[in-house]
T-cell receptor, first 113, second 114 residues
Framework: DAGITQSPRHKVTETGTPVTLRCHQTENHRYMYWYRQDPGHGLRLIHY???????DKGEVSDGYSVSRSKTEDFLLTLESATSSQTSVYFCAISGTSGANVLTFGAGSRLTVL | GDSVTQMEGPVTLSEEAFLTINCTYTATGYPSLFWYVQYPGEGLQLLLK?????DKGSNKGFEATYRKETTSFHLEKGSVQVSDSAVYFCALTPSGTGANNLFFGTGTRLTVIP
């Protein structure tokens, strides 16, 4: 997956618990993204980062926070998971915003019971 | 707002059949258009792209032509193989914006049977 590793790949948790998903890249790309994939919705952007400590909201950011303390790591946190956050989460990277071409990780499947 | 509409699946074809997956878009100006493919258990990967009207993107035998007059970017392949079984996503970025404004369609699942 072109130097992108997501962890964990699968997680089952209970409503109300905190969850953190990690995305690690070895490409030294500036831009990193978190998407969720749901049936009937395609992929929707949650948050993205355009540099260390620089992040912004996407289309479906409510209930999620992110952090990027190093170029290679982008963390997605669900402070208090809900069943509506059951989804497959994908991290993606791009070298320059203008290139508009994303490289995706293999995904993290999260189930909130 | 900007959006992409693609044909609903699933699509099931026999090996060597002709494939068309329709994609139309709504956007002002000249967006960039993409097709991404997701193989089972994997993340999406770029299949092809086109950045201006009448451009044809092509890769792995797949083609799509940017048609401004019909606001379309249909994906075609002349002879599909079992290994083409995947989910295909049409996407766009509005003109003058970056990948943080990448809008995806809902995906079309293709199954190719021997």
């Amino acid at each position: 997956d072109a130097g992108i590793t997501q962890s964990p790949r699968h997680k089952v948790t209970e409503t109300g618990t905190p969850v953190t998903l990690r995305c690690h890249q070895t490409e030294n790309h500036r831009y990193m993204y978190w998407y969720r994939q749901d049936p009937g919705h395609g992929l929707r952007l949650i948050h993205y980062s355009y540099g260390v400590k620089d992040t912004d909201k996407g289309e479906v950011s409510d209930g999620y926070s992110v952090s990027r303390s190093k170029t290679e790591d982008f963390l997605l946190t669900l402070e208090s998971a809900t069943s509506s956050q059951t989804s497959v989460y994908f991290c993606a990277i791009s070298g320059t915003s203008g290139a508009n071409v994303l490289t995706f990780g293999a995904g993290s499947r999260l189930t909130v019971l | 707002g900007d959006s992409v509409t693609q044909m609903e699946g699933p699509v099931t074809l026999s090996e060597e059949a002709f494939l068309t997956i329709n994609c139309t878009y709504t956007a002002t100006g000249y967006p960039s258009l993409f097709w991404y493919v997701q193989y089972p258990g994997e993340g999406l990967q770029l299949l092809l792209k086109a950045t201006k009207a009448d451009d044809k993107g092509s890769n792995k035998g797949f083609e799509a032509t940017y048609r401004k007059e019909t606001t379309s970017f249909h994906l075609e392949k002349g002879s599909v193989q079992v290994s083409d079984s995947a989910v295909y996503f049409c996407a766009l970025t509005p003109s003058g914006t970056g990948a943080n404004n990448l809008f995806f369609g809902t995906g079309t699942r293709l199954t190719v049977i021997p």
